[in-house]
């Protein structure tokens, strides 16, 4: 264990969990900086392979962002849990991948909390992990091909959910993409899981409220 690594994390801030299984429920949130498949820079986004992101997870000037020792990061966090009790962590991005590692899960582990993380599918997750939900994207690898919940960003060209339902997650969610064309991705998202059951709709919930 290299006790020297430092996390560079944006933000970290306590919420609801906005989508897919776990909509509704408590959470800290603990974004990392940095994504394999986007800079973060709108400069880049037309030449990116994730051209719809909605996340800004550049740099580490968020909420309680900085740059973090693993004893750092999880005193933080423990900070800030001391009043709500929250136990539930969700570790996002950009690509947390790119910078958490068992390490640091399991210095997590010894206070009790309940790890979830959000990835794009490209970085195999390391072990220590409660909870997988793998979004893939369209023009990307895709290596981490099972865990618990499957999330398709939808409409997304050159991904059928489909080529998608065998694998081996437990939970299968469509999530209309955010955009311009909103109105449209959800009706088109609703209408395809009405039309294959398998799949079920996940609301970003968290822009509904205002809240982060």
């Known amino acids: 264990m290299n006790k020297n690594k430092k996390y560079k994390v944006k933000e970290i801030f306590y919420s609801i969990q906005g989508e897919g299984y776990h909509s509704g429920k408590p959470a800290v949130f603990i974004r990392f900086s940095g994504c394999n498949i986007w800079s973060g820079r709108e400069e ?126 437990e939970h299968f969610y469509l999530q209309p993409k955010y955009d311009k064309y909103i109105e449209e991705n959800i009706k088109s998202t609703l209408e395809y899981c009405m039309d294959h059951p398998k799949w079920k709709l996940s609301i970003q919930l968290h822009k509904i409220l205002g809240i982060n």
Not at 60 to 78: A, Q
Not at 120 to 125: A, D, E, K, M
Request: proline content about 5%; glycine content about 10%; charged content about 25%.
């Open 44 to 169: 880049d986004r037309m030449k990116a392979i994730c051209k719809f992101c909605d996340t800004d997870f550049v740099g580490t000037d968020g909420k309680n962002g900085g740059v973090y020792s693993m004893d750092e990061l999880i005193t933080r966090i423990n900070h800030i849990t001391i009043d709500t009790k929250c136990r539930f962590i969700v570790f996002t991005g950009g690509e947390p991948l790119l910078q958490l590692d068992e390490p640091l899960l399991a210095g997590f582990k010894e206070y009790k909390y309940y790890l979830s993380v959000e990835t794009n599918g490209t970085i195999l997750v390391p072990e220590g992990l409660d909870w997988i939900t793998v979004s893939p994207k369209s023009g990307a690898e895709f290596n981490q091909t099972s865990g618990d919940e499957l999330k398709i960003v939808y409409p997304q060209e050159g991904i059928n959910p489909s080529e998608y339902e065998n694998l081996e997650f």
